[in-house]
Nanobody, 115 residues
Framework: QVQLVESGGGLVQAGGSLRLSCAAS????????MGWYRQAPGKQRELVAG???????SYTDSVKGRFTISRDNAKNTVDLQMNSLKPEDTAVYYC?????????WGQGTQVTVSS
């Protein structure tokens, strides 16, 4: 089992920044993938950014150049730095981990961007 705990969500004005953090515990040795998903009201959950154990990153097009994902394998943490936030970034953000994609999930943290 893997446990994921997110922190860092909140309310911010458009153009502002937030940093999300996720701490992992449990059987994380095989968790090559760690990442952040988000789900806005009435929409499907989407992958925002992912990172492998070796540091290979991927981003959905709408956040490229604005969001940065980072991972500390020694501390078992993954962070998402979000800059130039837009109202359309408003969603519940979930930390996820797994061998290839999100198999384990955190409880989510709300990010609200006001216009």
């Amino acid at each position: 089992q893997v446990q994921l705990v997110e922190s860092g969500g909140g309310l911010v004005q458009a153009g502002g920044s937030l940093r999300l953090s996720c701490a992992a515990s449990g059987n994380i040795f095989s968790m090559n993938f760690m990442g952040w998903y988000r789900q806005a009201p009435g929409k499907q959950r989407e992958l925002v950014a992912g990172i492998t154990r070796r540091g290979t990153t991927s981003y959905t097009d709408s956040v490229k150049g604005r969001f940065t994902i980072s991972r500390d394998n020694a501390k078992n943490t993954v962070d998402l730095q979000m800059n130039s936030l837009k109202p359309e970034d408003t969603a519940v953000y979930y930390c996820a981990a797994g061998p290839l994609t999100g198999n384990y999930w955190g409880q989510g943290t709300q990010v609200t961007v006001s216009s």
